[in-house]
């Protein structure tokens, strides 16, 4: 009863992280200040400078070369490339202006920014993580560098950081041991409660932090380094998945598969998970019947590895002798 709680709660909790998926061309955060002739002025240049210094942070995010010199970029650029703004903790007087903006910018306009400059962008976001906070003794998430963490927010990033909500601890899901020890199979339990195949365990360690990334669905286990800051952090992982995103696309491979089912319900269950998988693409619908749909479908990397994925989500693929390849739900 009390791991059927457990289960219930995280799932509440990530349901909204599931229903607000960040957005990467938007910008939030920017503290912004201005001194003016009076109180419209110093507003109109803060808001200005904001908008300038959101745009290199936005340019930084999706640039496919980090650390590559980014062209300048004016206010009226930043005024072209910006769709929509809104304003927090605003604070004036006859001549200042304090506040804090987040800004949300036009595609289109900063793919036009970009080809113009000769830049190339990663636009697609990776699948959110979990963040998994170690330290020597144990989980580190009652320290001040995870609490300055959490109140970053990165649900935005080209690689989405999410963490437990405060108050929430880890150790009521999972031993800090066992994720010490990389252990895949008790950390997909708090992933499949969570509704995510990724996590970061993030390690204190000699004054930084030792990052691992893990695919729970795949069992991919990356090491990304040490960083020196928590800010790093963000940059690490989005850095990891610019690189695989501008990778050499995988051996592609178009097959006929087989669904089965034995109702409307796990039909629509097997047709997102096939719509949902990173690994395929262009998913056509040739047959229906009541029990089963015939289907073809370009598989992008290994099979082992789709098999992987799917079995992380419940469904299960293999070959049948005069049948070919079948998906169904696992143990069918």
């Not at 930084?208 to 960083?227: E, K, M, N, P």
């Not at 178009?254 to 693409?281: A, D, F, P």
């Amino acid at each position: 009863m009390l791991r059927a709680f457990f289960v219930t709660t995280i799932i509440t909790l990530f349901a909204a992280v599931s229903a607000f998926a960040g957005d990467p061309f938007t910008v939030t955060g920017i503290a912004v200040e201005g001194e003016g002739a009076n109180a419209i002025e110093a507003q109109t240049l803060a808001h200005s400078d904001g908008q300038v210094r959101a745009a290199y942070v936005l340019i930084d995010r999706l640039n496919a070369r980090p650390g590559s010199a980014t062209p300048e970029i004016t206010p009226p650029v930043a005024a072209k490339m910006m769709r929509a703004m809104s304003v927090a903790d605003e604070k004036r007087s006859s001549s200042r202006y304090y506040g804090t903006i987040t800004v949300a910018f036009n595609p289109q306009a900063v793919q036009g920014f970009a080809q113009a400059n000769g830049l190339t962008l990663v636009t697609d976001q990776d699948g959110p993580r979990l963040v998994i906070p170690l330290s020597s003794a144990g989980f580190a998430d009652d320290t001040p560098w995870f609490e300055a963490f959490r109140a970053g927010g990165y649900d935005n990033n080209l690689a989405p950081l999410v963490t437990l909500p405060q108050g929430q601890p880890y150790s009521s899901f999972m031993r800090a041991d066992a994720a010490k020890a990389r252990n895949v199979e008790a950390l997909a339990q708090i992933g499949r409660a969570a509704g995510l195949s990724k996590v970061l365990l993030v390690s204190e360690r000699g004054g930084g932090f030792a990052l691992t990334d893990i695919a729970l669905d795949t069992g991919r286990t990356t090491d990304l380094g040490t960083v020196q800051s928590i800010a790093e952090i963000a940059q690490r992982t989005d850095g990891a998945w610019k690189t695989r995103a501008t990778a050499a696309p995988a051996r592609s491979q178009t097959m006929t598969v087989s669904v089965l089912y034995n109702s409307h319900s796990e039909w629509q269950r097997l047709q997102r998970q096939i719509n949902n998988s990173r690994m395929i693409s262009a998913p056509r619908l040739d047959a229906l019947s009541k029990d089963g749909a015939l289907m073809t479908l370009t598989v992008n990397g290994s099979m082992d590895d789709l098999m992987s994925e799917l079995a992380y989500d419940g469904v299960q693929i293999k070959s049948v002798p005069n049948m070919g390849v079948v998906m169904s739900v696992a143990g069918r």
